[in-house]
Protein backbone atom coordinates (compact mmCIF):
# COMPACT_ATOMS: atom_id res chain seq x y z
CA UNK A 1 0.00 0.00 0.00
CA UNK A 2 1.65 3.22 -0.49
CA UNK A 3 3.40 4.58 1.98
CA UNK A 4 1.22 8.31 2.68
CA UNK A 5 -1.11 5.84 4.64
CA UNK A 6 0.73 5.21 8.17
CA UNK A 7 -0.91 2.36 10.76
CA UNK A 8 -1.24 3.26 14.33
CA UNK A 9 1.47 1.56 16.15
CA UNK A 10 -0.82 -1.65 17.99
CA UNK A 11 -3.55 -0.43 16.04
CA UNK A 12 -4.59 1.73 19.40
CA UNK A 13 -8.00 3.14 19.53
CA UNK A 14 -8.90 1.67 15.92
CA UNK A 15 -12.32 0.34 15.84
CA UNK A 16 -11.43 -2.87 13.63
CA UNK A 17 -15.08 -4.58 14.82
CA UNK A 18 -19.00 -3.12 15.24
CA UNK A 19 -19.88 -5.90 18.49
CA UNK A 20 -22.88 -6.36 20.86
CA UNK A 21 -21.27 -7.72 23.56
CA UNK A 22 -18.71 -5.74 25.28
CA UNK A 23 -19.25 -1.78 26.31
CA UNK A 24 -15.55 -0.28 27.33
CA UNK A 25 -15.17 3.35 28.13
CA UNK A 26 -11.40 3.38 29.00
CA UNK A 27 -11.57 7.06 30.19
CA UNK A 28 -13.86 6.65 33.05
CA UNK A 29 -13.36 2.83 33.68
CA UNK A 30 -16.34 1.66 32.35
CA UNK A 31 -16.91 -2.06 31.51
CA UNK A 32 -20.06 -3.45 30.92
CA UNK A 33 -21.30 -6.93 29.20
CA UNK A 34 -24.44 -6.09 26.91
CA UNK A 35 -25.01 -3.39 28.76
CA UNK A 36 -24.55 -4.97 32.51
CA UNK A 37 -22.30 -3.29 34.56
CA UNK A 38 -19.38 -5.38 35.81
CA UNK A 39 -19.78 -4.07 39.32
CA UNK A 40 -23.38 -5.24 39.18
CA UNK A 41 -22.42 -8.60 37.49
CA UNK A 42 -19.35 -9.42 39.93
CA UNK A 43 -21.62 -8.81 43.06
CA UNK A 44 -24.62 -10.70 41.79
CA UNK A 45 -23.99 -13.35 38.62
CA UNK A 46 -22.40 -16.40 38.45
CA UNK A 47 -20.06 -17.10 35.58
CA UNK A 48 -22.39 -19.52 34.02
CA UNK A 49 -25.14 -16.45 33.90
CA UNK A 50 -22.77 -14.72 32.41
CA UNK A 51 -21.57 -17.17 29.88
CA UNK A 52 -25.55 -17.11 28.59
CA UNK A 53 -25.19 -13.32 28.96
CA UNK A 54 -22.32 -13.63 26.45
CA UNK A 55 -23.70 -15.94 23.86
CA UNK A 56 -27.57 -15.20 24.13
CA UNK A 57 -26.94 -11.26 24.37
CA UNK A 58 -28.92 -11.45 27.42
CA UNK A 59 -29.56 -12.87 30.89
CA UNK A 60 -30.92 -16.20 31.31
CA UNK A 61 -34.23 -17.25 33.18
CA UNK A 62 -33.80 -19.69 36.45
CA UNK A 63 -34.53 -22.55 33.41
CA UNK A 64 -32.57 -21.48 30.87
CA UNK A 65 -29.53 -21.00 33.13
CA UNK A 66 -30.20 -24.75 34.50
CA UNK A 67 -30.21 -26.02 31.17
CA UNK A 68 -26.91 -23.90 30.73
CA UNK A 69 -25.36 -25.54 33.74
CA UNK A 70 -26.87 -28.75 32.40
CA UNK A 71 -24.94 -28.63 29.06
CA UNK A 72 -21.70 -27.77 31.04
CA UNK A 73 -21.33 -30.21 33.24
CA UNK A 74 -22.12 -33.32 30.55
CA UNK A 75 -19.42 -31.15 29.17
CA UNK A 76 -16.75 -31.39 31.62
CA UNK A 77 -15.96 -35.06 31.69
CA UNK A 78 -12.84 -35.58 29.06
CA UNK A 79 -11.86 -37.72 26.41
CA UNK A 80 -9.79 -40.58 27.78
CA UNK A 81 -7.33 -40.08 25.10
CA UNK A 82 -6.51 -36.46 26.02
CA UNK A 83 -5.90 -37.26 29.41
CA UNK A 84 -3.72 -39.63 27.97
CA UNK A 85 -2.09 -37.49 25.59
CA UNK A 86 -1.54 -34.94 28.65
CA UNK A 87 0.26 -37.61 30.48
CA UNK A 88 2.58 -38.38 27.75
CA UNK A 89 3.62 -34.90 26.95
CA UNK A 90 7.14 -33.54 28.03
CA UNK A 91 6.98 -31.11 31.15
CA UNK A 92 6.00 -27.95 29.37
CA UNK A 93 4.16 -24.78 30.69
CA UNK A 94 0.73 -24.73 31.44
CA UNK A 95 -0.48 -22.69 28.73
CA UNK A 96 1.52 -24.82 26.14
CA UNK A 97 -0.39 -27.93 27.28
CA UNK A 98 -3.96 -26.04 27.04
CA UNK A 99 -3.34 -25.28 23.98
CA UNK A 100 -2.17 -28.04 22.24
CA UNK A 101 -4.65 -30.07 24.07
CA UNK A 102 -7.35 -27.73 22.74
CA UNK A 103 -6.39 -28.99 19.09
CA UNK A 104 -6.69 -32.03 20.55
CA UNK A 105 -9.91 -32.00 22.02
CA UNK A 106 -11.38 -31.33 18.35
CA UNK A 107 -10.45 -34.84 16.71
CA UNK A 108 -13.13 -36.18 19.61
CA UNK A 109 -15.65 -33.52 19.19
CA UNK A 110 -18.67 -34.85 16.84
CA UNK A 111 -19.37 -31.04 15.64
CA UNK A 112 -16.20 -30.76 15.12
CA UNK A 113 -16.86 -29.83 11.05
CA UNK A 114 -19.65 -28.48 10.94
CA UNK A 115 -19.77 -25.00 11.18
CA UNK A 116 -23.61 -24.34 11.62
CA UNK A 117 -24.66 -21.55 14.20
CA UNK A 118 -26.19 -24.42 16.51
CA UNK A 119 -23.22 -26.92 15.96
CA UNK A 120 -20.99 -23.90 17.10
CA UNK A 121 -23.13 -22.96 19.88
CA UNK A 122 -23.11 -26.28 21.01
CA UNK A 123 -19.36 -26.37 20.75
CA UNK A 124 -19.20 -23.06 22.60
CA UNK A 125 -20.63 -24.52 25.85
CA UNK A 126 -18.22 -27.69 25.25
CA UNK A 127 -14.99 -26.17 24.73
CA UNK A 128 -15.96 -23.59 28.05
CA UNK A 129 -16.69 -27.19 30.26
CA UNK A 130 -13.60 -28.45 28.82
CA UNK A 131 -11.01 -26.09 28.91
CA UNK A 132 -11.65 -25.91 32.89
CA UNK A 133 -11.30 -29.31 33.04
CA UNK A 134 -8.34 -29.54 31.11
CA UNK A 135 -6.73 -27.20 33.65
CA UNK A 136 -7.82 -28.80 36.84
CA UNK A 137 -6.67 -32.19 35.50
CA UNK A 138 -3.18 -30.71 34.32
CA UNK A 139 -2.92 -29.01 37.88
CA UNK A 140 -3.80 -32.69 39.51
CA UNK A 141 -1.26 -33.96 37.52
CA UNK A 142 1.68 -31.62 38.28
CA UNK A 143 0.72 -32.18 42.04
CA UNK A 144 1.33 -35.81 41.39
CA UNK A 145 -2.46 -36.47 41.97
CA UNK A 146 -4.68 -38.76 39.24
CA UNK A 147 -7.33 -36.91 37.48
CA UNK A 148 -10.45 -36.18 39.19
CA UNK A 149 -14.25 -37.23 37.69
CA UNK A 150 -15.98 -33.88 37.56
CA UNK A 151 -19.44 -33.76 39.79
CA UNK A 152 -22.38 -32.76 38.08
CA UNK A 153 -24.04 -31.34 41.13
CA UNK A 154 -21.37 -28.51 41.22
CA UNK A 155 -21.03 -24.89 39.64
CA UNK A 156 -18.21 -23.86 37.10
CA UNK A 157 -16.24 -22.49 39.64
CA UNK A 158 -16.72 -24.72 42.56
CA UNK A 159 -16.36 -27.89 40.22
CA UNK A 160 -13.26 -26.52 39.07
CA UNK A 161 -11.53 -26.00 42.27
CA UNK A 162 -12.73 -29.71 43.30
CA UNK A 163 -11.26 -31.85 39.93
CA UNK A 164 -7.68 -29.44 41.27
CA UNK A 165 -7.38 -30.34 44.57
CA UNK A 166 -10.16 -33.40 45.10
CA UNK A 167 -11.37 -31.68 47.75
CA UNK A 168 -15.20 -29.58 47.75
CA UNK A 169 -14.15 -26.13 47.91
CA UNK A 170 -15.58 -23.79 50.91
CA UNK A 171 -18.39 -21.42 49.94
CA UNK A 172 -15.78 -18.27 49.91
CA UNK A 173 -12.95 -19.87 47.92
CA UNK A 174 -15.58 -20.92 45.47
CA UNK A 175 -17.24 -17.43 45.54
CA UNK A 176 -13.50 -15.64 44.87
CA UNK A 177 -12.91 -17.86 41.78
CA UNK A 178 -16.60 -17.39 40.39
CA UNK A 179 -16.08 -13.08 40.57
CA UNK A 180 -12.57 -14.17 38.82
CA UNK A 181 -13.98 -16.04 35.88
CA UNK A 182 -16.90 -13.31 35.52
CA UNK A 183 -14.44 -10.54 35.64
CA UNK A 184 -11.66 -12.46 32.94
CA UNK A 185 -14.80 -13.43 30.74
CA UNK A 186 -14.78 -10.84 28.21
CA UNK A 187 -13.03 -7.35 27.35
CA UNK A 188 -13.80 -5.70 23.72
CA UNK A 189 -11.41 -7.09 21.37
CA UNK A 190 -8.25 -7.49 23.69
CA UNK A 191 -5.62 -9.01 21.45
CA UNK A 192 -6.57 -12.83 22.15
CA UNK A 193 -10.00 -12.17 20.98
CA UNK A 194 -8.82 -10.24 18.15
CA UNK A 195 -6.85 -13.28 17.08
CA UNK A 196 -10.07 -15.54 17.47
CA UNK A 197 -11.94 -13.16 15.06
CA UNK A 198 -9.51 -12.83 12.83
CA UNK A 199 -9.52 -16.70 12.49
CA UNK A 200 -13.12 -17.14 12.64
CA UNK A 201 -13.74 -14.37 9.72
CA UNK A 202 -11.93 -16.64 7.67
CA UNK A 203 -14.69 -19.45 8.77
CA UNK A 204 -12.53 -21.74 10.06
CA UNK A 205 -13.60 -23.77 12.74
CA UNK A 206 -13.97 -22.95 16.66
CA UNK A 207 -11.54 -24.80 18.14
CA UNK A 208 -9.21 -23.66 15.55
CA UNK A 209 -10.71 -20.16 16.54
CA UNK A 210 -9.85 -20.32 20.32
CA UNK A 211 -6.37 -22.58 19.60
CA UNK A 212 -5.09 -19.04 18.24
CA UNK A 213 -6.73 -17.21 21.14
CA UNK A 214 -5.06 -19.39 23.81
CA UNK A 215 -1.52 -18.81 22.29
CA UNK A 216 -2.00 -15.23 21.86
CA UNK A 217 -3.32 -14.99 25.49
CA UNK A 218 -0.27 -16.64 26.59
CA UNK A 219 1.98 -13.97 25.97
CA UNK A 220 3.13 -11.69 29.08
CA UNK A 221 1.89 -8.19 27.76
CA UNK A 222 -1.55 -10.06 27.83
CA UNK A 223 -2.69 -13.03 29.94
CA UNK A 224 1.01 -14.06 30.72
CA UNK A 225 0.96 -10.97 33.21
CA UNK A 226 -0.99 -12.66 36.27
CA UNK A 227 2.04 -15.04 36.41
CA UNK A 228 4.60 -12.90 35.76
CA UNK A 229 3.33 -10.49 38.91
CA UNK A 230 3.73 -13.91 41.37
CA UNK A 231 6.70 -14.56 40.44
CA UNK A 232 7.83 -11.21 40.69
CA UNK A 233 6.53 -11.14 44.31
CA UNK A 234 7.59 -14.35 45.35
CA UNK A 235 11.11 -13.20 43.81
CA UNK A 236 10.99 -10.24 46.39
CA UNK A 237 10.06 -12.41 48.97
CA UNK A 238 7.23 -12.90 51.69
CA UNK A 239 9.61 -11.18 54.52
CA UNK A 240 10.68 -8.64 52.16
CA UNK A 241 10.93 -5.55 54.05
CA UNK A 242 9.13 -2.72 52.65
CA UNK A 243 12.47 -0.74 51.67
CA UNK A 244 13.68 -3.71 49.38
CA UNK A 245 10.42 -3.61 47.64
CA UNK A 246 10.91 0.35 47.40
CA UNK A 247 14.41 -0.21 45.93
CA UNK A 248 13.51 -3.19 43.66
CA UNK A 249 10.15 -1.44 41.96
CA UNK A 250 12.45 1.84 41.69
CA UNK A 251 15.33 0.16 40.01
CA UNK A 252 13.25 -1.69 37.86
CA UNK A 253 11.37 1.75 36.78
CA UNK A 254 14.25 3.81 36.17
CA UNK A 255 15.78 0.68 34.18
CA UNK A 256 12.50 0.90 32.19
CA UNK A 257 11.69 -2.81 32.90
CA UNK A 258 7.80 -3.32 33.15
CA UNK A 259 6.11 -4.30 36.33
CA UNK A 260 3.70 -6.68 35.17
CA UNK A 261 -0.22 -6.44 36.16
CA UNK A 262 0.39 -2.60 35.52
CA UNK A 263 -1.05 -0.16 32.68
CA UNK A 264 -3.57 -0.70 30.25
CA UNK A 265 -3.98 0.14 26.34
CA UNK A 266 -7.50 1.20 27.11
CA UNK A 267 -8.08 1.89 30.50
CA UNK A 268 -6.68 5.53 31.35
CA UNK A 269 -8.03 5.05 35.31
CA UNK A 270 -8.23 2.43 37.63
CA UNK A 271 -9.51 -0.69 35.52
CA UNK A 272 -12.92 -1.43 37.25
CA UNK A 273 -11.98 -5.55 37.53
CA UNK A 274 -9.03 -4.54 39.52
CA UNK A 275 -11.04 -3.14 42.01
CA UNK A 276 -12.91 -6.41 42.75
CA UNK A 277 -9.44 -8.31 43.08
CA UNK A 278 -7.93 -6.18 45.16
CA UNK A 279 -10.55 -6.52 47.77
CA UNK A 280 -10.73 -10.14 46.85
CA UNK A 281 -7.55 -10.63 47.47
CA UNK A 282 -7.92 -8.58 51.59
CA UNK A 283 -10.82 -10.65 51.96
CA UNK A 284 -9.07 -14.20 51.06
CA UNK A 285 -5.38 -13.36 53.38
CA UNK A 286 -7.19 -12.25 56.42
CA UNK A 287 -9.58 -15.11 55.89
CA UNK A 288 -5.97 -17.20 56.04
CA UNK A 289 -4.49 -15.50 58.36
CA UNK A 290 -1.81 -13.83 56.24
CA UNK A 291 -2.15 -10.69 54.56
CA UNK A 292 1.70 -10.57 53.61
CA UNK A 293 0.99 -10.62 49.63
CA UNK A 294 -1.78 -8.63 50.09
CA UNK A 295 0.31 -5.76 51.08
CA UNK A 296 3.04 -6.22 49.47
CA UNK A 297 0.58 -5.72 46.56
CA UNK A 298 -0.23 -2.57 47.98
CA UNK A 299 2.77 -1.25 49.08
CA UNK A 300 4.08 -2.00 45.16
CA UNK A 301 0.56 -0.19 43.31
CA UNK A 302 1.01 3.35 46.03
CA UNK A 303 4.42 2.95 44.26
CA UNK A 304 4.02 3.00 41.03
CA UNK A 305 0.61 4.82 41.01
CA UNK A 306 2.37 7.57 42.71
CA UNK A 307 5.43 7.38 40.28
CA UNK A 308 4.16 6.52 36.70
CA UNK A 309 0.54 6.93 36.96
CA UNK A 310 -0.18 3.76 36.06
CA UNK A 311 -2.80 1.51 37.05
CA UNK A 312 -3.23 -1.83 38.54
CA UNK A 313 -5.09 -4.08 35.37
CA UNK A 314 -6.85 -7.15 36.13
CA UNK A 315 -3.91 -9.46 36.13
CA UNK A 316 -2.03 -7.64 39.36
CA UNK A 317 -4.38 -8.76 42.03
CA UNK A 318 -5.83 -11.77 40.27
CA UNK A 319 -2.17 -13.10 41.58
CA UNK A 320 -2.45 -12.87 45.20
CA UNK A 321 -5.95 -13.57 45.21
CA UNK A 322 -5.36 -17.14 43.25
CA UNK A 323 -1.39 -17.91 45.31
CA UNK A 324 -4.10 -17.47 48.59
CA UNK A 325 -6.65 -19.58 46.92
CA UNK A 326 -3.81 -22.13 46.81
CA UNK A 327 -3.52 -22.39 43.21
CA UNK A 328 0.00 -23.13 41.70
CA UNK A 329 0.87 -20.00 39.38
CA UNK A 330 1.67 -22.22 36.73
CA UNK A 331 -2.16 -22.40 36.31
CA UNK A 332 -2.90 -18.26 36.51
CA UNK A 333 -2.79 -17.52 32.64
CA UNK A 334 -4.53 -21.59 32.13
CA UNK A 335 -7.44 -20.23 34.39
CA UNK A 336 -7.56 -16.55 32.33
CA UNK A 337 -8.09 -18.64 29.55
CA UNK A 338 -11.26 -21.28 31.48
CA UNK A 339 -13.15 -17.96 31.40
CA UNK A 340 -12.10 -16.04 28.44
CA UNK A 341 -12.94 -19.16 26.35
CA UNK A 342 -16.45 -18.08 26.78
CA UNK A 343 -15.63 -14.17 25.46
CA UNK A 344 -13.74 -15.86 22.94
CA UNK A 345 -16.43 -17.86 21.88
CA UNK A 346 -18.96 -15.23 21.74
CA UNK A 347 -16.95 -13.11 19.49
CA UNK A 348 -16.65 -16.04 17.16
CA UNK A 349 -20.20 -16.48 17.31
CA UNK A 350 -21.06 -13.05 16.13
CA UNK A 351 -18.62 -12.80 13.82
CA UNK A 352 -19.80 -16.15 12.15
CA UNK A 353 -23.14 -14.12 12.17
CA UNK A 354 -22.60 -11.39 9.98
CA UNK A 355 -19.23 -12.11 8.84
CA UNK A 356 -16.70 -10.61 6.11
CA UNK A 357 -12.85 -11.62 5.88
CA UNK A 358 -10.47 -9.55 7.79
CA UNK A 359 -8.05 -8.94 5.91
CA UNK A 360 -6.00 -5.31 6.51
CA UNK A 361 -2.85 -4.12 5.06
CA UNK A 362 0.66 -3.16 5.69
CA UNK A 363 2.32 0.18 4.90
CA UNK A 364 4.99 -1.02 2.30
CA UNK A 365 8.81 -0.27 4.61
CA UNK A 366 10.71 -2.56 2.26
CA UNK A 367 13.18 -2.17 -0.69
CA UNK A 368 12.11 0.01 -3.86
CA UNK A 369 9.97 -1.27 -6.46
CA UNK A 370 11.04 -2.78 -8.68
CA UNK A 371 14.10 -4.43 -8.38
CA UNK A 372 16.36 -6.52 -11.06
CA UNK A 373 16.16 -9.93 -10.47
CA UNK A 374 19.17 -11.56 -11.00
CA UNK A 375 19.65 -15.79 -11.59
CA UNK A 376 21.42 -17.10 -8.83
CA UNK A 377 24.89 -17.70 -10.53
CA UNK A 378 24.92 -14.09 -11.03
CA UNK A 379 24.90 -12.85 -7.38
C1 LIG B 1 -0.66 -3.50 29.00
C2 LIG B 1 0.45 -2.89 28.15
C3 LIG B 1 0.96 -3.97 27.19
C4 LIG B 1 -0.15 -1.73 27.36
O1 LIG B 1 0.81 -1.37 26.47
P1 LIG B 1 0.78 -0.05 25.56
O2 LIG B 1 -0.57 0.53 25.51
O3 LIG B 1 1.42 -0.44 24.27
O4 LIG B 1 1.69 0.94 26.36
P2 LIG B 1 3.25 1.08 26.24
O5 LIG B 1 3.91 -0.26 26.43
O6 LIG B 1 3.56 1.80 24.97
O7 LIG B 1 3.56 1.97 27.49
C5 LIG B 1 3.44 3.40 27.51
C6 LIG B 1 4.46 3.95 28.52
O8 LIG B 1 4.13 3.44 29.83
C7 LIG B 1 5.19 2.63 30.32
N1 LIG B 1 4.59 1.44 30.91
C8 LIG B 1 3.49 0.79 30.46
N2 LIG B 1 3.22 -0.26 31.25
C9 LIG B 1 4.18 -0.26 32.20
C10 LIG B 1 4.44 -1.11 33.29
N3 LIG B 1 3.65 -2.16 33.55
N4 LIG B 1 5.49 -0.83 34.08
C11 LIG B 1 6.27 0.25 33.84
N5 LIG B 1 6.08 1.08 32.80
C12 LIG B 1 5.05 0.82 31.99
C13 LIG B 1 6.00 2.23 29.11
O9 LIG B 1 7.33 1.92 29.43
C14 LIG B 1 5.88 3.47 28.26
O10 LIG B 1 6.74 4.44 28.80
P3 LIG B 1 7.52 5.48 27.85
O11 LIG B 1 6.41 6.25 27.15
O12 LIG B 1 8.33 6.27 28.79
O13 LIG B 1 8.33 4.64 26.90
C15 LIG B 1 1.58 -2.38 29.04
O14 LIG B 1 1.08 -1.46 29.98
C16 LIG B 1 2.34 -3.48 29.73
O15 LIG B 1 3.24 -4.06 29.13
N6 LIG B 1 1.98 -3.82 31.02
C17 LIG B 1 2.65 -4.88 31.71
C18 LIG B 1 2.11 -6.23 31.25
C19 LIG B 1 0.69 -6.43 31.72
O16 LIG B 1 0.34 -6.23 32.86
N7 LIG B 1 -0.15 -6.91 30.79
C20 LIG B 1 -1.53 -7.23 31.08
C21 LIG B 1 -2.45 -6.26 30.42
S1 LIG B 1 -4.13 -6.51 30.94
Not at 89 to 92: E, G, M
Not at 327 to 331: E, G, H, S, T
Given at each position: MSSDVKPKAGLEDVVAASSAICYLDGARGVLAYCGYDIHDLAQGASFEEVCYLLWHRRLPSRAELGDLQSQLAAARPLPEPVIRLMKG????DGMDILRTLTSALAHYDTDAADNSPQANYRKAVRLTGQLASLVATYGRLQAGGGPIQPDPALGHAANFLYMLTGTRPNALSTRALDIALVLHADHELNASTFAARVAAATLTDLHSAVVGAIGTLKGPLHGGANADVMRLLIELGEDAPPDRIDDAIRSRLAKKVKIPGFGHRVYRTEDPRATHLRRMSRELGERAGNTRWYEMSQRIERLVTGEKKLYPNVDFYSASTYYTLG?????YTPIFAVSRVSGWTAHCLEQYENNRLIRPRTDYLGPQYPQTFLPLDQR
Open positions: LPPSIPVDL
